[in-house]
């Protein structure tokens, strides 16, 4: 994997999370997930129902971890 492929892959996984604890911040029982979409999250972060979707279903914290130990890695053959 390139550095910027990683830096990519991070930067997208970043914005993931945020777009996540946004969801999380607003996200009630009663509140369908298509209105909080509507109307906190699409005019922050553009995105359709179906990539709200994928990034609700993304394990996050286990990808940035994954990506943290091929930085590392990288890190001690470049050295």
């Known amino acids: 994997m390139t550095n910027q492929a990683i830096g ?3 930067n997208k996984l970043k914005r993931y999370k945020l777009i ?3 969801y999380n911040l607003h996200k009630t029982e009663d509140i369908p997930d298509a209105v909080v979409l509507r109307k906190y999250i699409y005019p922050v972060y553009p995105i359709s129902r179906t990539t709200l979707h994928t990034i609700l279903t993304t394990p996050v914290n286990k990808q940035i971890a994954e990506l943290e130990v091929v930085k590392n890695n990288q ?3 470049a050295i």
């Open 8 to 10: 990519i892959q991070n």
């Open 20 to 22: 996540m604890d946004l």
């Open 75 to 77: 890190l001690r053959f």
